[in-house]
């Protein structure tokens, strides 16, 4: 009897063991795996977040044609966004309204009037300006922007604040921001920030692409195809008398070259995009070395270290030429400038 109970207690306390082991093992998995889950490297926040310039991603849209249309004020707006689409034939030098500009249209450069991804779009102007602008060291309003365009993109006459084509051309410029709380950027707006080469821009071989990817529209002289009505380009100039003038963002390359890549030839998207950076440098080179009107830009980038690096006038804050800051390589301005510490 003794013996049995004995075994009966040695047997229960085995038992109990087990359990306790079996529990502790249990228990085991799910702190392992919690352990590894803390102790994971998470990628940092910087990481994860969508970088701006990514073309791929989150890109800011335009509001709908439909709130346009409910819109109080919709009259101006369709007006301005008529005037931004086909800015010659009010405005050009055959214009019906008045006649002070070169012929090109706004949406030449600021595609889908004014609203394509990448495109040149204009839906950071309304969070961003007024704004000081570093080329003219001023606080430059909507219109003082749109005036620009027009004395160096359309080399012609500016407008002023109370004139009625200047009015809906701001009224829908703005419109097309109403989204973006002030101060933020939007993203993919303006042209794409498109990467420095290591090398210099080479007008040679930009001249090269240019006949087999641009020629057949923007033509051989590069003076573009004037349409029917004369008023206004169904293929519009990339230099000569009527096109930018060398004040004009595009007269830099990393405009040109950051425009074009993302749409050009006319069709493609940020989505699409058929020119390498070689070619979009090398076709801006190329463009940008061909004849085309005169700015004065004595009163320009007064800060001499605001001048950005692909400016191609000097005098400079820093020892490179005119013919490295037109071409590049850029990389060691660049880097000169770091190391100064004067931005
Ligand atoms: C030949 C090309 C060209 C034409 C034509 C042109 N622009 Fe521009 N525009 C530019 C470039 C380049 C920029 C600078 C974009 C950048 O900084 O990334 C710009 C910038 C602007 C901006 C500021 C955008 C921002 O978010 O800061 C406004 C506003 C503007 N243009 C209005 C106009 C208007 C209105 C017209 C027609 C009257 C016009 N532009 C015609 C090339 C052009
Ligand atoms: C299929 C015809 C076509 C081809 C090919 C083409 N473009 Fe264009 N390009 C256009 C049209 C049309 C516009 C005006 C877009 C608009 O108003 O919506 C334009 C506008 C431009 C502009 C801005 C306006 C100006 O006159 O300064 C530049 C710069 C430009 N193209 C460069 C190029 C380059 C570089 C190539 C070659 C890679 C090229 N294009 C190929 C049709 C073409």
């Avoid at 206004?232 to 230099?239: F, G, I, Q, R, V």
Wanted: charged fraction near 25%; include cysteine.
């Amino acid at each position: 009897m003794d013996n049995k109970a004995k075994l009966l207690r040695e047997a229960n306390f085995g038992l109990g063991l087990l359990k306790i082991l079996l529990a502790a093992f249990l228990m085991i998995i799910p702190a392992i795996f919690l352990w590894t889950q803390f102790n994971k490297e998470w990628p940092k926040e910087k990481e994860i977040k969508p970088r701006v310039y990514t073309p791929k991603v989150n890109l800011s849209v335009a509001p709908s044609i439909n709130r346009l249309s409910r819109d109080p004020n919709k009259e101006q707006l369709f007006y301005g966004q008529e005037l931004i689409r086909n800015t010659a034939y009010y405005i050009g030098f055959n214009g019906t309204k008045k006649q002070i500009t070169n012929g090109l249209n706004c949406q030449n450069c600021h595609l889908d009037a004014g609203q394509k991804p990448w495109g040149n779009n204009y839906l950071g102007v309304a969070s961003s300006y007024p704004q000081i602008r570093k080329r003219s060291n001023k606080m430059t309003d909507v219109y003082g922007r749109i005036n620009g365009c027009l004395s160096r993109s359309l080399n012609g006459q500016t407008l002023d604040s109370t004139d009625t084509e200047m009015k809906a051309m701001a009224a829908y410029i703005n419109w097309l921001g109403q989204d973006i709380p002030k101060g933020y950027k939007a993203k993919g707006a303006k042209v794409y920030p498109i990467e420095f080469l290591d090398r210099a821009a080479s007008p040679e071989n930009g001249k090269r692409v240019y006949e087999t990817k641009c020629m057949v529209c923007h033509q051989q002289n590069g003076e573009g195809i004037l349409s029917e009505n004369k008023r206004s380009y169904t293929y519009p100039p990339l230099w000569g008398k009527h096109s930018y003038n060398d004040g004009a963002g595009l007269y830099r390359l990393s405009k040109f070259a950051g425009y074009a890549k993302m749409n050009m030839p006319f069709g493609v998207t940020h989505e699409n995009p058929q020119l390498s950076d070689e070619e979009a440098w090398d076709l801006a080179a190329y463009v940008n070395s061909m004849p085309r009107p005169e700015k004065d830009k004595s009163n320009d980038w007064p800060n001499l270290a605001d001048k950005p690096i692909d400016h191609p006038f000097g005098p400079y804050a820093d020892p490179f030429s005119e013919e490295q800051h037109k071409y590049g390589p850029y990389k060691p301005i660049k880097e000169w400038y770091e190391n100064q510490n004067i931005r």
